[in-house]
Nanobody
């Protein structure tokens, strides 16, 4: 049974930091491409970052230099470290897995989604 479970969201002041986690079960992250997405109210879901099977990483221009995607194979978990958060970063953040590679800051085709974790920014 494949599951992706996000955690780590919450309320943070602008300029602060959060680390989101995506814990996988039913498969190993090292065998798949993992992406982080976000969706703000009234906006379309957008790709934020992608971690390919060969270890390459990709970021949306809006988060480049502030966010970092990484993984811990022993814990079967992928993280999104978010620094210098801005009001426009507020959204529900989702992780997703794919058997395909990254196409820019998102996998080419999504096969499994987590249910999301909410990030709220105060200013």
């Amino acid at each position: 049974e494949v599951q992706l479970v996000e955690s780590g969201g919450g309320l943070v002041q602008a300029g602060g930091s959060l680390r989101l986690s995506c814990a996988a079960s039913g498969f190993t992250f090292d065998d798949y491409t993992i992406g982080w997405f976000r969706q703000a109210p009234g906006k379309e879901r957008e790709g934020v970052s992608c971690f390919s099977r060969d270890g390459r990483t990709y970021y949306a221009d809006s988060v480049k230099g502030r966010f970092t995607i990484s993984g811990d194979a022993a814990k079967n978990t992928v993280y999104l470290q978010m620094n210098n958060l801005k009001p426009e970063d507020a959204a529900v953040y989702y992780c997703a897995s794919s058997s395909y590679g990254c196409r820019g800051p998102k996998p080419a085709l999504i096969e499994y989604w987590g249910k999301g974790t909410l990030v709220t920014i105060s200013s």
